[in-house]
């Protein structure tokens, strides 16, 4: 009687866990079609898929594009789509062309944004060349000291436009799975998750003062947009030129 009675208590308790796990299995599948739905949808209305050129599997699929219309969407919440520019392409110093991963003007200023869609630790300063991603002691990544590369952008902005380096308002935005207390940083450096991005944004827009006037933001998105969503070929040689400039790296 007591084997019959534990055996009993055993497949109800392997029942039990077969139903979690296709409940919770369940639950994961429609979880992830509402949010594919969700990404297809806001993709088309927000404009990013027009104004980046990107197709949308390739966006989904890839970490960097996906992190940039992330980004993108909760800029345009705040300046509208007709102020929010991605993937501009302006003449760079080191490289042919550097690339921007979103734009945003006001009359507060021209919002800069590199977006990196990593996770894990982030190791790094201002003076470090490169910065380190690390997830535990055996699976670490190196990568280019955005703060640098944004700087780079800020100038190629600021020739562009023909604005003081006053009005160029850069930021660095990491995922929020991301883990940033491990930077060195001042205060002045902008590297944020994307969630204190957005209340640097707003708190800028409300409290910033104006840096340039109405007709220079109309001007400078005019020329913005003329550097939106460039041919294909220009796109592949930007890509070369940073591999050639990285080289090394790991």
């Known amino acids: 009687m007591g084997r019959r009675r534990k055996k009993n208590t055993q497949v109800a308790e392997a029942l039990v866990g077969l139903i979690f796990t296709v409940v919770y299995t369940v639950v994961m599948i429609v979880t992830r079609l509402i949010l594919l739905v969700y990404d297809l949808v806001t993709y088309h209305i927000s404009g990013y898929g027009r104004k980046s050129g990107n197709g949308f599997l390739k966006t989904i699929f890839d970490k960097g594009f996906y992190g940039e219309m992330r980004v993108y969407r909760k800029v345009i919440r705040i300046f509208g789509k007709d102020a929010v520019m991605t993937n501009v392409y302006l003449d760079?110093?080191?490289?042919?062309?550097?690339?921007?991963?979103?734009?945003?003007?006001?009359?507060?200023?021209?919002?800069?944004?590199?977006?990196?869609?990593?996770?894990?630790?982030?190791?790094?300063?201002?003076?470090?060349?490169?910065?380190?991603?690390a997830f535990n002691k055996r699976s670490k990544h190196k990568f280019y000291n955005p703060l640098r590369q944004n700087y780079a952008h800020t100038k190629a902005i600021e020739k562009h436009l023909g604005l003081v380096s006053e009005a160029i308002i850069p930021l660095v935005v990491f995922s929020d799975r991301s883990k940033l207390a491990k930077l060195s940083l001042s205060s002045k450096s902008n590297v944020f998750q994307i969630t204190d991005a957005m209340r640097f944004v707003r708190r800028t827009e409300k409290k910033g003062p104006q840096r340039i006037t109405e007709e220079e933001k109309k001007q400078s998105i005019v020329k913005l947009i003329e550097r939106s969503n460039m041919p294909e070929d220009v796109k592949l040689k930007h890509i070369e030129d940073v591999r050639r400039v990285t080289v090394g790296v790991q």
């Not at 200023?109 to 869609?117: L, P, R, S």
């Open 92 to 133: 760079g110093k080191n490289t042919e062309t550097t690339e921007i991963d979103v734009i945003a003007v006001s009359t507060k200023g021209v919002y800069v944004f590199e977006v990196k869609n990593y996770g894990g630790y982030i190791y790094g300063s201002e003076k470090d060349e490169y910065w380190t991603q």
